[in-house]
């Protein structure tokens, strides 16, 4: 299982419409690095949902339950779509600023891609960065 990092806006689309809608279409993301990160998700893989521009915390897991497919909100072949189902909220959200002081630090978030290139809207995370932010958010690992 691979461990991701997803950003939304929650104003458009938030962790509670996820919760809502049950399942949902990750499309919109314009950006090739992104979209390759989501073409690289497996079935069931783990996803950090964050709430960027609001808020600005990680406040949810959720699993990938449709791997890439075409993004039903172009025609252009060069961008994809994934779909997410909930799993459990976070005990306690995980701030950005947070976040920063533990990258800071130089332990286990000492290298996350949301600090280095914050501009991607999925980032693959490595296993040690989801058990340090699992720690934080004080939320034991789903099953």
Known sequence: MRYWLMKTEPDA??????LRDGVATWDGVRN???????????L??????????????AVGIAHVVK???????????RWSAV?????????????LQTMREEHAKGGPLAEI???RENRL???????????????????????
């Not at 791997?67 to 025609?75: G, I, K, N, S």
């Not at 997410?84 to 959200?93: F, N």
């Open 13 to 18: 689309f938030s962790w509670q419409d996820l």
């Open 32 to 42: 090739y690095t992104a979209r390759n990160n989501m073409r690289a998700m497996e």
């Open 44 to 57: 069931g893989d783990r996803v950090l949902i964050y709430h960027s521009n609001v808020g600005k915390e």
């Open 67 to 77: 791997t890439a497919f075409q993004d039903p909100t172009t025609d252009d072949q």
């Open 83 to 95: 779909q997410v189902a909930p799993v459990a909220p976070l005990q306690k959200a995980v701030t």
């Open 113 to 115: 891609k949301l600090i």
């Open 121 to 143: 809207s999925v980032i693959p995370l490595t296993d040690g960065e989801w058990q340090h932010l699992l720690q934080l958010a004080e939320t034991a690992e789903p099953k």
